[in-house]
C-alpha cells in the first residue's frame, strides 16, 4: 500500500459520512489516489469531469479579469451526496470529497484541510 493509500484510508476514516475521495491531476483528469465506500460511485467519471469544471471555472475567472488561481474550493449538492473539490499544492491537483446529504459541510472542509499538507507530501507536489 502507497503511502497515498494509507492517508486516505485514515481520511476516509475521519470523515463522517464519508462517500468517495480522490486526489487527481486536474489537466489530465486522472486520479493519483482514491477510495469509496459505494461500489456504483465511479471515481474515474468523477475524477475526470471536475477536472473539466474547475477548468471552466480558471477560464471564467480569466474571462472576467480575475486570478484564476485565487480558486480554492469548488461545491456542489445533489439530492443525497454533497461534492467538495479543494485545489492543492501548486495549483496543478485537487483533493475531491463526496459525503452524503447528512454530513457536517463544515467538518469535512476542516478534515480536508487537516490533512492536505500531508496528501501534497505523499504525491510530490
Do not use: C, W
Request: glycine fraction near 8%.
Amino acid at each position: 500500500m502507497s503511502e497515498l493509500d494509507e492517508i486516505l484510508r485514515e481520511f476516509e476514516q475521519d470523515v463522517d459520512n464519508f462517500i468517495s475521495t480522490d486526489v487527481v491531476d486536474i489537466e489530465s483528469g486522472m486520479s493519483m489516489g482514491g477510495r469509496s465506500i459505494d461500489p456504483d460511485f465511479d471515481g474515474s467519471v468523477a475524477s475526470a469531469a471536475f477536472s473539466d469544471v474547475i477548468k471552466s471555472y480558471r477560464k471564467a475567472f480569466d474571462l472576467l479579469e480575475m486570478d484564476p488561481d485565487s480558486i480554492q474550493e469548488l461545491m456542489g449538492r445533489a439530492e443525497d451526496v454533497l461534492v467538495i473539490t479543494r485545489i492543492i499544492g501548486d495549483r496543478t491537483y485537487y483533493h475531491g470529497l463526496a459525503i452524503t446529504k447528512d454530513g457536517n459541510q463544515a467538518l469535512a472542509r476542516k478534515m480536508m484541510q487537516k490533512y492536505e499538507d500531508r496528501i501534497v507530501d505523499a504525491v510530490g507536489i
